[in-house]
């Protein structure tokens, strides 16, 4: 998936992509996760610093951990609270469980099994 979405931004210039180990600063700085996957928009890329991201990126997608509920619960709420447009859970089963934020709540997206839309890059990917 990562390597999918890199290629894509490569070649669209459309923003970069990072893959963990990589941290992100949230809530003034009092909050640090370390994604699997992240994009940040073009536009947006002065967020980026020379020890991490300072800011919400614009897409995170996370491979399911053995803490179910700290990927469903409680990054849910903290990536909802810092308005990150699009999070996306991979329980490593191609059935997804995805995020867009509207109205800074968070709305589920269906997606058939093995295929994903990712608006912030307007990418389809099948898995």
């Given at each position: 998936m990562a390597s999918q979405i890199q290629v894509f931004s490569k070649e669209n210039i459309s923003g970069k992509v990072f893959v963990a180990p990589c941290?992100?600063?949230?809530?003034?700085?009092?909050?640090?996760?370390?994604p699997d996957i992240l994009f940040i928009k073009k536009e947006r890329e002065s967020i980026i610093q020379n020890q991490g991201i300072y800011g919400a990126p614009?897409?995170?997608?996370?491979?399911?951990?053995?803490?179910?509920?700290?990927?469903?619960e409680r990054k849910l709420e903290l990536y909802r609270q810092n308005l990150v447009p699009?999070?996306?859970?991979?329980?490593?089963?191609?059935?997804?469980?995805?995020?867009l934020l509207k109205d800074n709540r968070y709305i589920q997206?269906?997606?058939d099994k093995g295929k994903l839309f990712i608006e912030q890059i307007s990418l389809e990917l099948i898995f």
């Amino acid at each position: 998936m990562a390597s999918q979405i890199q290629v894509f931004s490569k070649e669209n210039i459309s923003g970069k992509v990072f893959v963990a180990p990589c941290d992100v600063y949230l809530n003034d700085e009092q909050n640090v996760v370390q994604p699997d996957i992240l994009f940040i928009k073009k536009e947006r890329e002065s967020i980026i610093q020379n020890q991490g991201i300072y800011g919400a990126p614009d897409l995170i997608i996370e491979i399911l951990s053995t803490n179910k509920i700290h990927d469903q619960e409680r990054k849910l709420e903290l990536y909802r609270q810092n308005l990150v447009p699009e999070y996306i859970i991979d329980p490593e089963t191609k059935d997804l469980w995805h995020y867009l934020l509207k109205d800074n709540r968070y709305i589920q997206k269906s997606s058939d099994k093995g295929k994903l839309f990712i608006e912030q890059i307007s990418l389809e990917l099948i898995f």
